[in-house]
């Protein structure tokens, strides 16, 4: 199926189908859609990108210029952004279609939206990007772009059962897009393969990531610390059965690397509250009790106490390598374990806390499932600007998980 009209189609057709169960999304507006495929169709083929033709989902805190951007907050309902994002802008130049805007918890943090896990809608598809990865689990849309400040691109898409990656921090452009920690935002993308990931983060990227599978088994090292205690029986099986057979190491866990956890929760959350300025000071009242109570603790922290706090976060990125040893790539659960029930929430992104931190490339894939029949994740994570081993190294694991 090559035709832009007949992809878009089909995409609307299982939108159709299933939005009514699944809620993945905040915004549809076909008559802008098809205005993108009347421009696309005009470009001559030897001049079409890497993307041409390929609906996309887009969490809604990213800018778009045809579609609103509310951030998952009836303080901002209505908004309509002047101009795109600028990885929406280089999107459209490589030939993708803005399908729509995909639920996002309410500003990226824990309220969550509507969005119902397609595999099981009694359970949570996780979160903030959980429209954007429910809405490739449910097949409307082969790509979708999430972010992550702290799991919301590789928890989710754990949950969801889809491949979710997380590239180097910084290695996307972040203009346009809801500012919550800059010390810790990056954008992601989902898809159904490690390839299709590869090819959608490389026109993000402006590289040529193709997503092939690396020829041999890589050195790895399990990352363990305090994380691997709170990951369910269920998900360190799946992981140690995608491992067997190979040989192992262990991650230097002492410090700075022992309080890991902690470092990204201050920093986080003093720097939600600092760029949230706007909303507590006009709208606070129409925060939600769980956004206003991180409101409240990231004002407990003091501005001298931050300094500390991005001095420690320096000193360990300086020491990764220390980190990984031998190793090439760091492995654990990408997630405790299955999909919360919808009404416990979204779940918890323990697992990724560090990556995120640290800036590392990571990626989730799905491997196996938990006692409920739900998807669990194997998360991969590699070295800064090692994006493209990182996914070679996924595609090698991806065809193990399913020959």
């Known amino acids: 199926m090559t035709n832009p009209h007949d992809i878009i189609a089909a995409a609307f057709d299982a939108i159709d189908a299933l939005e009514g169960t699944v809620k993945a999304w ?8 098809e205005a993108q495929i009347t421009q696309i169709a005009a470009i001559p083929p030897d001049r079409r990108g890497p993307l041409w033709g390929r609906p996309v989902g887009v969490k809604d805190i990213i800018d778009t210029m045809d579609f609103p951007t509310e951030y998952g907050s009836p303080i901002h309902a209505g908004h309509r952004p002047k101009t795109d994002a600028a990885v929406i802008a280089g999107l459209r130049s490589a030939g993708a279609v803005i399908l729509g805007k ?12 509507p969005t119902r896990n397609p595999l099981n809608p009694d359970h949570s598809p996780g979160g903030s990007s959980s429209g954007s990865a429910a809405a490739v689990a449910a097949g409307m849309v082969p790509l979708a772009i999430g972010s992550q400040t702290a799991g919301s691109v590789c928890r989710p898409a754990s949950f969801c059962g889809v491949v979710g990656f997380k590239p180097t921090r910084n290695l996307i452009s972040l203009a ?20 299709e990931v590869a090819v959608m983060a490389g ?8 997503g092939s599978a690396a020829d041999e088994p890589p050195r790895l090292a399990r990352f363990g610390g305090p994380e691997a205690q709170m990951a369910t029986d269920a998900a360190h099986a799946v992981v140690d059965a995608a491992l067997a057979g190979m040989n192992v190491g262990q991650a230097d866990r002492s410090a700075p690397f022992d309080t890991l956890i902690d470092l990204q929760l201050r920093i986080m959350r003093y720097e939600m509250r600092r760029e949230s300025a706007h909303e507590v000071r006009t709208d606070f009242d129409r925060l939600s009790p769980a956004y206003q109570q991180l409101m409240k603790d990231g004002e407990e922290i003091s501005a001298r106490d931050h300094v500390d706090d991005r001095i420690a976060l320096m000193q360990a990125r300086e020491q990764i390598d220390r980190l990984f040893g031998d190793a090439e790539i760091l492995v654990q659960p990408s997630a405790p374990g299955e ?27 799905p491997c ?33 998980l399913t020959a």
């Open 368 to 400: 196996g499932t938990g006692p409920n029949g739900l998807p669990l994740g194997l998360q991969l994570a590699g070295k800064p600007y090692r994006d493209s081993t990182l996914l070679r190294v996924a595609a090698w694991f991806e065809r193990r």
């Open 26 to 33: 905040a915004h549809l507006d076909r008559d802008a859609v």
């Open 339 to 365: 999909a919360p029930l919808y009404a416990d929430g979204t779940g918890d992104p323990v697992m990724n806390r560090a990556f995120t931190l640290l800036g590392l490339p990571a990626i989730s894939i």
């Open 176 to 195: 346009g897009v809801k500012s919550f920690s800059p010390s810790l935002d990056t954008l992601g993308v989902f898809a159904r393969s490690v390839g």
């Open 203 to 210: 026109a993000m990227t402006r590289n040529h990531w193709q």
């Open 102 to 113: 995909t639920i996002t918890t309410e500003l990226a943090y824990f309220t969550q939206g």
